[in-house]
């Protein structure tokens, strides 16, 4: 199985924010933006894998700032830690106003897929090439993040 860079990987998602995405506040829908975080993060993990891939955990979710109806909101996806079947993705979500062209980072999330064979069972995948600093510095983290998690599965097992 060939290795392959984070750049091989990222996604983008776009979307103009309508009315029918608004909560009782007149903001977009939480569950909406997680939504797409989602979908971002899957078509990642599916594009790395060149494999279906499903959402195992979300490990973590912020809300900075609301999304408005009129907003164009950017999803970019990219891998940060490649286990033998599990792959974390971090989602940064950036509203924009297109009137004036302000730029908002609304969300971060990290997200971690599993890939899966033709039968459904986690399948291996490929080795993620790391360049830069910065993504090895993500990798770092995204090791630690995956660790902890596994501890804490460990820890619930034992509950």
Same mark, same amino acid.
């Given at each position: ?51 279906? /891939?499903?959402? @195992?955990? *979300?490990?973590?979710? +912020?809300?900075?700032? =609301?999304?408005?109806?009129?907003? &164009?909101?950017?999803? %970019? ?31 971060? /999330?990290?997200? @971690?897929? *599993?890939?899966?064979? +033709?039968?459904?069972? =986690?399948?291996?995948?490929?080795? &993620?090439?790391?360049? %830069? ?27």
């Amino acid at each position: 199985m060939d290795s392959k860079h984070v750049s091989d990987s990222i996604i983008t998602l776009t979307q103009f924010m309508q009315p029918e995405h608004a909560n009782n506040s007149g903001n977009v829908h939480g569950g909406w933006i997680m939504k797409l975080i989602d979908e971002a993060g899957g078509l990642c993990a599916t594009r790395h894998a060149r494999r279906p /891939a499903v959402t @195992v955990a *979300v490990d973590s979710l +912020r809300f900075l700032s =609301p999304v408005h109806v009129g907003d &164009l909101v950017t999803f %970019t996806a990219h891998l940060t830690y490649v286990g033998r079947t599990s792959m974390e993705v971090e989602v940064h979500v950036e509203a924009e106003n297109i009137f004036t062209g302000e730029k908002t980072h609304t969300n971060s /999330a990290y997200l @971690v897929f *599993v890939a899966l064979d +033709r039968e459904g069972r =986690p399948a291996e995948a490929p080795c &993620l090439i790391l360049e %830069t600093d910065e993504e090895k510095l993500r990798w770092e983290q995204g090791k630690h993040r995956q660790a902890d998690r596994l501890a804490r599965v460990q820890r619930e097992a034992r509950s």
